[in-house]
């Protein structure tokens, strides 16, 4: 079975609330109630480095604190999947973070600031990927 065993979940926390990031797309930074979840979390697809065409897994749960948003993945049993399973046990695959959408006015350079303040947001993806840069807080 590869990677499988009884437990073909992983998870952790997906963003950290008021806390600039690095992304794709220069900083950005969520705010806390920023991120809009289906209601049904399964369409929230687990993907490898912001691929959409290299699901994983989705979303089993969601679990808002004051300061980060939580979030469990189930892991079908695939070729990929064990693949990215044996990666994160072994510490390759060591981060995790969010593609979301902000809504029309859900999002907004502050004057003065290089950061993307997104107070509102649908979450779309989460991503497992391996963190190159210590500094990263997600």
Known sequence: RGAHD????AGGVVVYYGRPADASSGRVQFEAGSLIL???LSRIK???DH????AIGYATAAE????HLTMTFHIPETTAGDEALASARAGIRDGLSVGAYPTRDGAQYINGEDCYHVTEAHLREAVSYHISE???PY
Do not use: G
């Open 6 to 9: 009884a437990d073909d979940t």
């Open 38 to 40: 289906p209601d049904d």
């Open 46 to 48: 687990l993907c490898l």
């Open 51 to 54: 691929d959409h065409h290299s």
């Open 64 to 67: 808002t604190a004051d300061d």
């Open 134 to 136: 210590p500094t990263r």
